[in-house]
């Protein structure tokens, strides 16, 4: 989005309109925060706002001010499909392609409505008429708070706005330590303070809620971490069995790749979970310095993300995934081996 189209986005936002705001599939932190960040300041000009997730997401991120009244599409389509037919507004929070919100796709890009994208993510689709792009910035919810700046509406953001976008930054940057975290990142998160986020209480709620089961699963995941030293890579795997074993919940296991990058010398890690229901396994991917998941991933395994942290799937088996992928980093032994 240029700053020119900030005029008339400003217009267009100056009468109550019907909005739909909605978050990828598997919404995280960023995802959940940048949606009812907007969607808090939206109500506060009278719009009928609406966030859609295109389907559940974790208890951990059930807190947030506002999220009782998420819609979930997955369980309540025809509704959703209605308020998205009626929506006169659609903004597209934290992904850049349609095929992000998994069954959300079709009618997404059937809507007439004027289309808004607020990213973070490379290499963006063409779907909408005002894009706000920009792959250097921490997260979406960062994105969110400048948005309003461009407003010229910093003065609107209450403490439930700062709550949802403080926990976005802060679960995007992994708790500022990413490269990705700024400047100007401490700088709104600062704003986000003084306008009422407390910054303790939102840690806890986010990372100091463990059920047991979760710890006897990260345990697992942890036997089954693996290296490869002269690839300077490490991958955990998780089977279904496992999963199961371990009374698996959506979000379970949010930061277990991040163990496998925290190993000296490692530069590369995945983690490698099947998933019976979609007959899929689900890979995440985490680098440092300059070897890009995001590439690597969009070439092997149909997904991409930002270059140092990226997701993807196989629709192979668990064990073939892992085959397929201990094969693909020969390819690539230069650069992790720099």
């Not at 407390?198 to 995941?221: F, M, P, V, W």
């Not at 300077?232 to 991040?258: C, P």
Request: hydrophobic share 35%; charged share 20%; with cysteine.
């Amino acid at each position: 989005m240029i700053k020119t189209q900030i005029p008339e986005l400003k217009t267009l936002l100056s009468t109550p309109q019907d909005i739909v705001i909605v978050p990828h599939k598997n919404p995280d932190g960023d995802a959940m925060g940048s949606t009812l960040g907007l969607y808090h300041y939206l109500k506060a000009y009278n719009h009928k706002a609406t966030v859609i997730a295109p389907n559940d997401y974790p208890d951990f991120l059930k807190w947030l001010p506002g999220d009782d009244a998420v819609l979930i599409f997955e369980s309540n389509r025809d509704h959703c499909e209605a308020l998205i037919n009626k929506a006169q507004l659609i903004f597209t929070l934290d992904f850049n392609a349609f095929h992000r919100t998994g069954d959300m796709a079709v009618p997404l890009e059937q809507s007439s409505a004027t289309k808004i994208m607020i990213d973070h993510h490379q290499q963006p689709d063409n779907y909408a008429k005002y894009t706000y792009s920009d792959v250097s910035m921490s997260s979406t919810c960062e994105m969110v708070f400048n948005f309003i700046e461009m407003l010229n509406d910093v003065e609107k953001i209450n403490a439930d706005i700062a709550t949802c976008l403080y926990t976005g930054i802060m679960t995007d940057t992994g708790s500022f330590r990413f490269p990705s975290t700024t400047r100007r990142t401490h700088q709104v998160i600062g704003d986000l303070i003084k306008r009422g986020a407390k910054n303790s209480e939102i840690h806890n709620n986010i990372y100091d809620t463990n059920s047991y089961s979760r710890l006897q699963l990260l345990g697992r995941a942890m036997q089954n971490l693996k290296v490869i030293p002269e690839l300077r890579t490490a991958y955990i795997t998780l089977s279904q069995a496992e999963l199961d074993e371990f009374n698996f919940k959506k979000g379970d296991t949010e930061g277990f790749v991040n163990y496998g990058l925290s190993l000296k010398d490692i530069i590369f890690a995945a983690i490698f979970i099947e998933n019976e229901q979609d007959n899929i396994v689900k890979i995440s991917l985490r680098s440092k310095g300059s070897f890009s998941v995001n590439e690597f991933s969009r070439a092997h395994f149909n997904g991409g993300g930002h270059t140092n942290a990226a997701g993807g799937r196989s629709e192979d088996n668990l064990q073939t995934t892992v085959e397929k992928f201990i094969s693909i980093l020969q390819q690539y032994k230069n650069e992790l081996s720099q």
